[in-house]
């Protein structure tokens, strides 16, 4: 089990935060990520945390350089992120921090310890970063540009049998959407009642090895495309549903 321990607390001095990181506990060779961040703020604590726990594994792989969470152990210092993981927070407006512990990582066990590291501490650190205050989202760089998963399609595709476990959604969707695509396009009629259902139209992505068609839209609230639902098709699909198979 690869460990990587957060610990957040106000930066002396300075109007920020400094989340101290660690994956050794043996030899201990923490790294200092910085982010500007009211301390006096208890969820700006919480936040810098996420963050820096995102960048430690996405960006540092403190953990290596997983499409997954398995074999992960994230501890951090606040049971509120555990409660973001379940939806069940009562700082529901944090969620966008913990996506990628719903979606890239959501197989990483996640457990709570709020006691102080003897290592957190400013002399044994080995690098310091800085880094934004904004919430940032793992995509999938897909065949047609970047991909947004939500925590929604990774619980579709683990429902629906695409992958064999939850904590593998995220990679499989990469290997999906990274080879063998093909973008379809709907006729005129399904077009039609699409944007009359769902107000736009989507685009839908066919993996044609294992038969999985992953449905993508435009979101507002996004830089990029979000991948709204996955499933498993059969050829009369295609006719039945309006889907020309071919590049749109």
Known sequence: MNNVRAFATPKSGNNAIRVYLNR????????AVDIPLDPSVRENL??????????????????????????????CSFGAI??????????PHLAPYAHFLCTR????????DNRRPVWAD??????FYEIDNKPVYETIESVVGPLLPTSHVIER??????CSAKASAFRVMHNHLTNDIVELGWSADASKRC???????????????????????????HSY??????????????QTNGIERKVA
């Open 195 to 221: 944007r009359q259902k769902h107000g736009k139209t989507s685009r839908l992505l066919y993996h044609v090895g294992s038969r999985t068609m992953y449905v993508v839209a435009e979101d507002k609230r």
């Open 225 to 238: 495309p979000v991948i709204v639902t996955a499933y498993t098709v059969l050829d009369k699909y295609f």
């Open 105 to 112: 990582y959501a197989g990483a066990v996640v457990e709570v």
């Open 157 to 162: 595709v683990t429902e629906r049998n695409i």
């Open 122 to 127: 400013d002399s044994l650190v080995t690098a």
């Open 82 to 91: 555990r409660k973001l993981i379940r939806h069940d927070s009562a700082f």
């Open 24 to 31: 050794h506990y043996e030899n201990p060779a923490p790294v």
């Open 46 to 75: 919480i936040i810098a945390e996420l963050l820096a726990l995102r960048y430690g594994l996405s960006v540092l792989h403190l953990a290596a350089n997983r499409l997954h969470g398995y074999g992960i152990r994230a501890i």
